[in-house]
T-cell receptor, first 111, second 113 residues
């Protein structure tokens, strides 16, 4: 069965303490892997799309990487404003237009 | 301008009532979705719809029905509301192409008492 898991469930960092979030997936025919950020009371906000193993994308303090089985979201020198829930989602060829989401990692960055 | 907007933001109602949530997107996308986010923050697809096809997640009760008056709108109607329907409902849109991510509204928190 196709599925998406994320770890850790929650992560607390001190400001400036770099770390990584993991998204593992088992799908047949990956069409794309997407990272989103969700703030309380808001809808998920798109961050990155990755399509093939070895691909990397960067935006400010965030860098996303992709292998055949998992993706990492690396956060370098995080700031308190990076606190949010980070969701990954996969789109597979056998899902059509559907996106399957992982449960998210709740990140707290303390000043 | 808000890209995907949904109303109301909060909806409190009693069991057995019928309610609707409205969604509009101004991105020119051809596919719209409804997702349900439960108390554990898990986002699950309920429906996806474009000009050609409505795809329903088979686990969604038939009390839930999407209605699309045009390409920019996908409303969600819920009949005979139950306590277990309490959740946050998100509307989203995308363009049917490999490169298009989902764009979400800010959600409707439904509370059934």
């Amino acid at each position: 069965e196709d599925q998406v898991t994320q770890s850790p469930e929650a992560l607390r960092l001190q400001e400036g303490e770099s770390s990584s979030l993991n998204c593992s997936y088992t799908v047949s025919g990956l069409r794309g892997l997407f990272w989103y950020r969700q703030d309380p009371g808001k809808g998920p906000e798109f961050l990155f799309t990755l399509y093939s193993a070895g691909e990397e994308k960067e935006k400010e303090r965030l860098k996303a990487t992709l292998t055949k089985k998992e993706s990492f979201l690396h956060i370098t020198a995080p700031k308190p404003e990076d606190s949010a829930t980070y969701l990954c989602a996969v789109q597979a060829y056998n899902y059509g237009q559907n996106f399957v989401f992982g449960p998210g990692t709740r990140l707290s960055v303390l000043p | 301008d808000t890209a995907v907007s949904q109303t109301p933001k909060y909806l409190v109602t009693q069991m057995g009532n019928d309610k609707s949530i409205k969604c509009e997107q101004n991105l020119g996308h051809d596919t719209m979705y409804w997702y349900k986010q439960d108390s554990k923050k898990f986002l699950k697809i309920m429906f996806s719809y474009n000009n050609k096809e409505l795809i329903i997640n088979e686990t969604v009760p038939n009390r839930f029905s999407p209605k699309s008056p045009d390409k920019a709108h996908l409303n969600l109607h819920i009949n005979s509301l139950e306590l277990g329907d309490s959740a946050v409902y998100f509307c989203a849109s995308s363009q049917e192409s490999r490169n298009s991510p989902l764009h979400f509204g800010n959600g409707t928190r439904l509370t059934v008492t």
